[in-house]
């Protein structure tokens, strides 16, 4: 508790109270102080309130407000409940049957825990909402659902098995603001819809690629051409893979016939992220249990349900990196994770068909980008880690699983990781597609669609000089660039008109100025 205020208000407060913490840093921890002061660090607050803000110091007192002036934190909020009961909760309502902030806490427990409290006789006000949406991502108004029971407007975007929790930041706020049509569109004046068509063929073997290069598997030419006609017939199609069955049909599909898993969809097998270095096991992030993945995907679905209309951009990366920290496959996790910003954004309406955004290649051209994927993974995985790696072990013997996965991992520490699991905070990985996704509609696409524009116009200038199939002018200029202007021996065997006086420099004039125009 060191990082605790020495006089904190609210949920620092009530974590003091009843020694529980979330694994997730709170995003406002509040004091009191000698006059009143925010200070804001990396999206996170500390706030500084006068004497006259003090509630009296009961658990009822500083819930009310941590659900009135911070914002409401889910993990912390099921720990704290796990550890409290529900006792101070049941006094608050029966003592204020009307109050806003009593039923909201009320309506809260139950959503949480999965534990009914007695409903108050003379239960009453308006209906107010469960979550402020202007400080959390919430449900589109008309997915909104009124709850009776407590009089309450039901606006979490989730469910209690998997509700990923977007805190509106200054940042998060510039992130989801990003206008994908208008930058699309841009590149459509530049360079006409015909070249972005013909180019999509090529970004979507470019994302494929480059998808394989995160995970370090970029020479496997068979698997990322097989990847890449998955995200050509896949994106934006059918069902979103959420369902064992769609999950199997594109794992499937995905891995191809050639693979050691014997059960496509929903793993059954425990899994962790890690690497071997010098023969010991190396965890980075440990995953839910097998038998919690239906429930958090069905979360994950309702999460996308309830937020239509948002956000595209949102919607995409709470996708994904919801994806990847249930991670719900033996094999296939990191493809899908990243299949899903793209499927996302077609289902979204924001990016045309057949065209498909290369995101990770803007992520593995580039150094920075790449630290920042791996950091922003470590949002959430390395918190759990810290707090969980005495619960992880190896055993001496190996067990075979019903999805073919031979392992001798072992997790003990489900309990303790569950409400992070349920309740990440995906923000950060909101900035972080957010301006991956701005920089590949304005630098990647842009560069790839001005290179080949000048292709196109090399081609025909080389045509101009020789005629030939576009396939052979397409080698002429692979061959051209590859030895820097020179016409090479196998050429000039292939294609004896090459040979002939002047040819050659005026192949080479030609092209060089196609390609500078």
Same mark, same amino acid.
């Given at each position: 508790?060191?990082?605790?205020?020495?006089?904190?208000?609210?949920?620092?407060?009530?974590?003091?109270?009843?020694?529980?913490?979330?694994?997730?840093?709170?995003?406002?921890?509040?004091?009191?102080?000698?006059?009143?002061?925010?200070?804001?660090?990396? %999206?996170?607050?500390?706030?500084?309130?006068?004497?006259?803000?003090?509630?009296?110091?009961?658990?009822?007192?500083?819930?009310?407000?941590? @659900?009135?002036?911070?914002?409401?934190?889910?993990?912390?909020?099921?720990?704290?409940?796990?550890?409290?009961?529900?006792?101070?909760?049941?006094?608050?309502?029966?003592?204020?049957?009307?109050?806003?902030?009593?039923?909201?806490?009320?309506?809260?427990?139950?959503?949480?825990? %999965?534990?009914?409290?007695?409903?108050?006789?003379?239960?009453?006000?308006?209906?107010?909402?469960?979550?402020?949406?202007?400080?959390?991502?919430?449900?589109?108004?008309?997915?909104?659902?009124?709850?009776?029971?407590?009089?309450?407007?039901?606006?979490?975007?989730?469910?209690?098995?998997?509700?990923?929790?977007?805190?509106?930041?200054?940042?998060?706020?510039?992130?989801?603001?990003?206008?994908?049509?208008?930058?699309?569109?841009?590149?459509?004046?530049?360079?006409?819809? /015909?070249?972005?068509?013909?180019?999509?063929?090529?970004?979507?073997?470019?994302?494929?690629?480059?998808?394989?290069?995160?995970?370090?598997?970029?020479?496997?030419?068979?698997?990322?051409?097989?990847?890449?006609?998955?995200?050509?017939?896949?994106?934006?199609?059918?069902?979103?893979?959420?369902?064992?069955?769609?999950?199997?049909?594109?794992?499937?599909?995905?891995?191809?016939?050639?693979?050691?898993?014997?059960?496509?969809?929903?793993?059954?097998?425990?899994?962790?992220?890690?690497?071997?270095?010098?023969?010991?096991?190396?965890?980075?992030?440990?995953?839910?249990?097998?038998?919690?993945?239906?429930?958090?995907?069905?979360?994950?679905?309702?999460?996308?349900?309830?937020?239509?209309?948002?956000?595209?951009?949102?919607?995409?990366?709470?996708?994904?990196?919801?994806?990847?920290?249930?991670?719900?496959?033996?094999?296939?996790?990191?493809?899908?994770?990243?299949?899903?910003?793209?499927?996302?954004?077609?289902?979204?309406?924001?990016?045309?068909?057949?065209?498909? @955004?290369?995101?990770?290649?803007?992520?593995?051209?580039?150094?920075?980008?790449?630290?920042?994927? /791996?950091?922003?993974?470590?949002?959430?995985?390395?918190?759990?880690?810290?707090?969980?790696?005495?619960?992880?072990?190896?055993?001496?013997?190996?067990?075979?699983?019903?999805?073919?996965?031979?392992?001798?991992?072992?997790?003990?520490?489900?309990?303790?990781?569950?409400?992070?699991?349920?309740?990440?905070?995906?923000?950060?990985?909101?900035?972080?597609?957010?301006?991956?996704? %701005?920089?590949?509609?304005?630098?990647?696409?842009?560069?790839?669609?001005?290179?080949?524009?000048?292709?196109?116009?090399?081609?025909?200038?080389?045509?101009?000089?020789?005629?030939?199939?576009?396939?052979?002018?397409?080698?002429?200029?692979?061959?051209?660039?590859?030895?820097?202007?020179? @016409?090479?021996?196998?050429?000039?065997?292939?294609?004896?008109?090459?040979?002939?006086?002047?040819?050659?420099?005026?192949?080479?004039?030609?092209?060089?100025?196609?390609?500078?125009?």
């Amino acid at each position: 508790m060191t990082d605790l205020p020495t006089d904190p208000l609210g949920a620092a407060w009530l974590a003091r109270a009843y020694d529980v913490m979330p694994l997730g840093r709170l995003p406002v921890i509040s004091q009191i102080g000698g006059r009143r002061a925010t200070q804001v660090s990396d %999206g996170f607050r500390f706030e500084t309130y006068t004497e006259a803000m003090r509630p009296v110091a009961e658990p009822a007192a500083h819930l009310q407000f941590h @659900l009135r002036h911070e914002i409401p934190h889910l993990e912390f909020l099921t720990r704290l409940f796990a550890r409290s009961g529900p006792d101070f909760v049941q006094a608050w309502i029966m003592a204020e049957p009307t109050g806003q902030y009593a039923r909201r806490a009320a309506f809260l427990y139950e959503w949480l825990t %999965g534990q009914m409290l007695e409903v108050p006789e003379r239960l009453g006000g308006n209906y107010v909402d469960a979550i402020d949406d202007a400080r959390l991502v919430a449900a589109s108004s008309d997915k909104i659902v009124k709850v009776r029971r407590w009089r309450i407007n039901d606006n979490l975007p989730g469910t209690r098995y998997f509700c990923p929790v977007v805190i509106k930041t200054k940042a998060v706020t510039q992130a989801v603001g990003l206008d994908v049509p208008r930058l699309f569109g841009e590149l459509t004046a530049e360079f006409g819809e /015909d070249l972005l068509m013909r180019a999509a063929v090529w970004m979507t073997l470019r994302e494929s690629k480059a998808s394989f290069a995160i995970e370090g598997e970029a020479d496997r030419a068979g698997r990322v051409q097989r990847f890449a006609d998955v995200m050509a017939r896949r994106t934006g199609q059918g069902d979103l893979p959420f369902s064992d069955a769609a999950l199997a049909e594109l794992q499937r599909e995905i891995l191809g016939d050639r693979t050691t898993v014997t059960h496509f969809g929903m793993r059954q097998s425990p899994v962790f992220v890690g690497e071997t270095v010098h023969y010991q096991e190396v965890v980075h992030y440990v995953a839910p249990p097998a038998d919690e993945i239906a429930a958090m995907l069905d979360g994950l679905q309702t999460f996308l349900e309830r937020t239509q209309g948002q956000s595209p951009t949102m919607r995409s990366a709470v996708a994904a990196f919801g994806f990847v920290y249930i991670h719900p496959l033996a094999d296939g996790n990191g493809r899908v994770h990243r299949f899903l910003v793209n499927d996302v954004l077609r289902r979204d309406g924001v990016i045309p068909e057949p065209v498909i @955004l290369p995101v990770s290649a803007v992520i593995t051209d580039d150094t920075g980008e790449r630290r920042g994927y /791996d950091r922003v993974l470590d949002e959430v995985s390395k918190p759990l880690i810290q707090a969980v790696w005495e619960q992880i072990v190896f055993e001496p013997v190996q067990t075979t699983y019903q999805d073919g996965v031979v392992s001798n991992f072992t997790f003990h520490g489900a309990e303790q990781a569950r409400p992070l699991w349920r309740y990440p905070d995906l923000g950060p990985h909101v900035v972080f597609l957010s301006n991956v996704i %701005g920089r590949t509609l304005t630098e990647q696409m842009r560069e790839e669609s001005r290179y080949l524009r000048s292709h196109a116009r090399a081609r025909a200038a080389l045509k101009e000089v020789v005629e030939m199939p576009d396939q052979q002018a397409d080698r002429v200029l692979r061959s051209l660039e590859q030895n820097r202007g020179e @016409l090479s021996n196998v050429l000039s065997k292939e294609m004896p008109v090459l040979r002939q006086p002047g040819v050659w420099a005026e192949i080479v004039e030609a092209v060089t100025q196609a390609f500078q125009d």
